[in-house]
């Protein structure tokens, strides 16, 4: 059974929260079945985000960077997401050592 994407979204803010590691809702999408887009803001003028894909090689899903850079580059990027997905949730992760969670057992 697959979880619908505000539970998964609750789960990994809890996690982040559990951890020490602030993360906060930048966009909410559709509550079942709307994509996820993790911005990484390593508070220094960098970020990353982070997108669920199908890995080619094994079939699988991964979390694999969609941008990375300047966070305006980062930010323009998510923008752009935003506009092609209105279902689109985005969440930004604030970590000065990059700590994201992502890919650890339940949030694959």
């Given at each position: 059974m697959r979880l619908t994407a505000?539970?998964?979204?609750?789960?990994?803010?809890?996690?982040?929260?559990?951890a020490d590691i602030p993360a906060f809702v930048v966009q909410r999408g559709d509550s079942t079945a709307g994509?996820?887009?993790v911005k990484l803001n390593t508070l220094d003028g960098r970020a990353c985000a982070y997108q669920r894909s199908f890995d080619l090689m094994s079939g699988e899903r991964k979390w694999m960077v969609l941008v990375e850079g300047d966070e305006a580059k980062v930010d323009a990027s998510v923008a752009k997401q935003r506009g092609f997905d209105p279902d689109l949730w985005v969440i930004e992760v604030e970590s000065r050592d990059g700590r994201h969670l992502l890919g650890e057992a339940g949030l694959e």
């Open positions: 505000d539970t998964w979204v609750s789960a990994y803010i809890t996690r982040l929260r559990l994509a996820v887009l």
